[in-house]
């Protein structure tokens, strides 16, 4: 029997949560109502446990790991900002957590009426007119959209596939690129850390599909020429695809409608509210043009005649479906709750406190840490571990040091045109103390790795595990209990 075991061994024979009401059925009833084929030899070896002991089981867990209810997680890209938790009251309302997929529509007419409210909402947000909630993540919706793109170039009867993206670019763009048979085509960003119209226009041509852009970029720079970018792509008869996984900045401020994007994925599971990071259910919304609506995914939500909503198959130019049933519910709930509690006026106030929280922490850290781009930034930025480095000391080691004071590490090694980088967002929802706090965590880091770099190259040292092998933990993922014995 391994240690694991031992740990995790909370089992005592006869020991029970729950009590079920009496069965109606026999046992030989339900045994004869199941097929032979499946009846059970042994019992399953199932833990039994009180509730109280299952509950403490769980808390302990939760607990040993970092989570955003627990402590900082300054994660650059991902923003994890506080998520209230009336919205997760809002999305366990039994009408919304209970209705059946399967259901008719006509039985659940205020969950088609509160995706449609959503979408018109993230249309006002975004400036693009039309709002699928179907794709279930980022990357989902990043392919959704360039689909999108394909099906316009097809039904104009153009052979177009090659997608430009810059060096700045979330690895996603790149793989979506390649998900759909595309090819993508590098560009560099300048030195200011942005793209530069004349870099677009040298690569632009008529095999080209459209270009993928972020903005804020991943560098937490705003794009200052997407105008002029937008019209020397569209005069080549491409299409422009804005990456709005990082939207958080943007907010009441920016609409990438309006200066020339066509398409773009929201990341609800970002900027709207829903708890994300242990890889859960997600929401990667995909808005377009109105030109381009016919070509949404299916189902679309639609209005009849009198008025009454329901989901429309009949699009013969649509990319089909993508996704089992409308996407992930939940999700729309709470952002849909998260956008009406704050409304036009709040949703603008949460971006420009998440820009100034960032710009304050910069300068914070920038006394000890390289910042390579070092113009205001929008809600993120990056700082670079090179000086450290220098000493021995690599990025990796400081986000693992950051663990012994109980804050997440910042993004690592990412983008990929900073040399070990730090990339850092703190979000709207945290206090100037707890910026001030993680200011002089990595001072003292800084300060470790000067005198005594041992120290950081060997953390963590206060957590339950130290240096965990990542790659083989996600490879060869392990969730039973018992472990393997
Ligand atoms: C998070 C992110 C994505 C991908 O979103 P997922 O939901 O993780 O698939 C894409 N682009 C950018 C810029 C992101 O930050």
Request: proline fraction near 6%; charged fraction near 20%.
């Amino acid at each position: 029997m391994k240690k694991r075991t031992l740990i995790y061994e909370k089992s005592s024979p006869g020991r029970k949560g729950y009590t079920l009401p009496a069965c109606r059925m026999s046992e030989d009833e339900i045994l004869g109502s199941i097929p032979a084929e499946f009846h059970r030899e042994t019992d399953a070896e199932l833990p039994e446990v009180t509730e109280g002991e299952a509950m403490r089981h769980f808390v302990a867990l939760s607990v040993k790991n970092h989570h955003i209810d627990k402590g900082f997680y300054p994660l650059g890209s991902c923003t994890m900002k506080y998520n209230p938790k009336l919205n997760d009251v809002a999305a366990a309302m039994p009408g919304f957590a209970s209705h059946h997929p399967m259901a008719p529509c006509s039985t659940a007419p205020g969950n088609l009426q509160l995706m449609w409210e959503l979408s018109a909402l993230l249309a006002e947000i975004s400036g693009l007119p039309s709002v699928s909630l179907q794709p279930v993540a980022g990357a989902q919706g990043e392919f959704a959209g360039l689909l999108v793109m394909r099906a316009c170039h097809l039904k104009r009867g153009e052979k177009r596939d090659r997608i430009i993206i810059p060096d700045s670019a979330h690895g996603t763009n790149p793989a979506s690129v390649t998900s759909i048979g595309f090819t993508s085509v590098q560009i560099e960003s300048n030195e200011h850390g942005v793209v530069a119209p004349e870099a677009v226009a040298a690569v632009m041509d008529e095999n080209v599909a459209g270009m993928m852009l972020t903005n804020p970029n991943t560098l937490g720079i705003f794009e200052t020429h997407v105008k002029e970018i937008a019209e020397i792509v569209h005069a080549r008869g491409g299409l422009m695809y804005m990456d709005g996984a990082n939207l958080n900045a943007n907010m009441g401020i920016f609409r990438p409608g309006d200066v020339g994007f066509d398409i773009m994925h929201f990341n609800l599971h970002k900027t709207f509210s829903t708890p994300h990071g242990g890889g859960g259910p997600g929401g990667g919304a995909l808005g377009v043009t109105a030109e381009l609506d016919r070509f949404q995914p299916l189902p679309v939500l639609e209005k009849d005649s009198e008025g009454k909503l329901f989901f429309n198959y009949d699009r013969p130019d649509s990319i089909g479906r993508l996704h089992s049933f409308y996407g992930n519910f939940a999700n729309m709930v709470r952002a849909h709750a998260y956008i009406r509690t704050l409304g036009g006026e709040g949703l603008r106030r949460a971006s420009e406190i998440a820009v100034l929280n960032a710009n304050y922490l910069k300068t914070l850290i920038r006394e000890d840490y390289e910042v390579p781009y070092d113009g205001p930034c929008m809600h993120e930025f990056v700082a670079s571990g090179s000086r450290q480095k220098k000493l021995g000391v690599r990025t990796l080691d400081i986000s693992k040091r950051l663990l012994d004071f109980g804050v997440h590490s910042p993004t690592n090694y990412f983008p990929l045109i900073v040399p070990e980088a730090l990339m850092i967002e703190p979000t709207e929802t945290e206090s100037k103390e707890t910026l001030d706090d993680f200011a002089e965590i990595m001072k003292q880091i800084a300060r470790e790795a000067q005198e005594n770099p041992e120290l950081v190259t060997s953390a963590p040292h206060t957590t339950p595990v130290r240096r965990l092998d990542e790659v083989t933990a996600a490879r060869t993922l392990d969730v039973c209990y018992k472990g393997d014995e």
